[in-house]
């Protein structure tokens, strides 16, 4: 029989996709992440329109409490379980519930302690710090999400170190579908009855919605895994013992490493993303203050705090979507590769990474600047959302290497090096939301985010060229 002329044929070629972990497990993420995205940039648009620029704009104040919540209680402990999942599968190949029960154990009571923190304190929170006295109903709602996204967030990890993105792809859609389908019926709901619906009814949309997804999560952890005890754990305990009975079929000793090992990768972590959070929540929280100072109503400046974050950024993050899918699932190739001295391998993805999203960022930089007047104006029906997205286009190429490099920089143990970039890139943006805002308004801001994102994105090739030159 003669040969193919052809190398592959393309069920070969499917084949090889999916048994590749990083390339399926990006397609698959970035399948749903960017239908979760169109769904969510709809989504933006309606809520900018029922709600207008002015309860966008509180509405956006929100972040700055989630983010800096969800970074104390569970994103430290996600990529440990990730990390540690995805070295044990290299060097053991049996991978098992044990970190996940471990990271549960603690993040767990962390997120109900920093949920009841927020409702109680929701007062203060809101007119000391957000400044803004209306946010305080909206913080009360939020904090029952506080335990949903722990929960959530180490079932993910656990399912990226083992190389099985479709429990947190499905998770992410049911999450945003169940979000709006959630806003747009209360939201109906009242205006059928003559209301005005209230802008607290997206802070509740998203509260059902992450407590749908962590149903779901946790339904396949405690189903689909035990499914698999052949190929999820081999020679070892079953996955429904490992999980119901935590460490006591490993003894104290290994319970002990266990923890020792999950926090010490999940302590720095924490503490770089409490302070990179509380200095994004100064940028944040300062942004509306210095516009006032440049002579802007309270209105007015939160008008134009929401065109800005709630309208214009989330526009421009919008092809993210694959980036990012790209970066959680690179950080566990990334740490296995290392662990097993494939400096190859990591050479090679690093080499891929900055070739594929420079070029990507080049690409959506022209479609933003060319159309980002017309996008503006026709889907917010606010020129100057077209304005910021025009001039934020310019972030593009570094917006979205950022994102890679910082996960392939996690994965070679540089968690140390990548905090203090960002608190330097920050410390340069909060320099332009001080000096420059109150004397040329929201165009400060801007140049502050331009310069941010180069200086960040120099610093982290600068970082990747020397460790892969030295090795």
């Known amino acids: 029989m003669e040969k193919s002329l052809y190398p592959d044929n393309p069920m070969k070629t499917m084949k090889k996709v999916k048994n590749h972990p990083l390339i399926f497990g990006t397609l698959l993420l970035t399948a749903t992440g960017l239908f979760s995205r169109v769904i969510g940039f709809f989504y933006r648009i309606y809520l900018s329109r029922l709600f207008g620029e002015e309860g966008m704009g509180i509405y ?39 970190p996940l029960a471990a990271g549960l154990s603690i993040s767990l009571p962390l997120s109900l302690l920093g949920a009841l923190g927020v409702y109680y304190l929701a007062e203060p929170i809101s007119i000391h710090l957000l400044q803004e006295g209306r946010t305080a109903p909206m913080l009360r709602i939020l904090a029952f999400s506080l335990p949903f996204a722990a929960i959530h967030a180490c079932i993910n990890g656990h399912f990226y170190g083992i190389k099985k993105a479709g429990v947190p792809s499905a998770t992410q859609l049911l999450e945003q579908l169940v979000r709006v389908g959630c806003v747009y019926l209360l939201s109906a709901r009242s205006l059928a009855a003559g209301r005005i619906p209230d802008i607290a009814v997206a802070v509740l949309g998203l509260t059902i919605g992450e407590l749908s997804s962590m149903l779901v999560a946790a339904a396949a952890a405690w189903h689909y895994l035990p499914a698999r005890p052949e190929t999820v754990f081999r020679q070892g305990p079953s996955c429904t013992d490992s999980f119901r009975n935590g460490f006591r079929r490993t003894g104290k000793p290994a319970a002990a490493t266990l923890y020792r090992q999950l926090l010490s990768m999940a302590l720095p972590l924490t503490a770089n993303r409490i302070v990179l959070n509380l200095l994004q929540s100064v940028e944040a929280v300062s942004i509306p203050s210095c516009l006032r100072l440049y002579g802007y109503d309270n209105v007015t400046a939160l008008s134009v705090y929401g065109v800005l974050t709630g309208m214009a950024m989330p526009f421009i993050f919008f092809p993210n979507a694959l980036t990012s899918s790209v970066a959680v699932l690179l950080l566990p190739m990334i740490s296995e590769s290392y662990a097993l001295g494939d400096m190859k391998a990591v050479r090679s993805a690093t080499v891929r990474t900055v070739r594929y999203c420079g070029l990507m960022g080049a690409c959506c930089m022209a479609i933003f600047v060319l159309f980002g007047n017309w996008a503006g104006t026709t889907l917010f029906h606010s020129p100057l959302a077209g304005y910021f997205i025009q001039t934020l286009g310019f972030i593009c190429p570094f917006l979205y290497l950022d994102t890679t490099l910082s996960s392939i920089l996690q994965g070679l143990g540089m968690a140390g090096r990548i905090f203090l970039m960002n608190v330097f890139c920050l410390l340069v943006r909060l320099g332009f939301v001080f000096l420059a805002v109150p004397l040329v308004g929201i165009k400060g801001y801007l140049w502050g985010i331009l310069a941010g994102q180069l200086v960040l994105g120099c610093l982290y090739l600068g970082c990747l060229y020397r460790f892969l030159k030295k090795h």
């Open 60 to 98: 956006q104040l929100l972040g700055p409490v989630l983010s800096l919540s969800f970074s104390l209680t569970a994103a430290g402990y996600q990529t440990a379980i990730s990390k540690i999942v995805a070295e044990q599968a290299a060097r053991e190949r049996k991978p098992s519930l044990r």
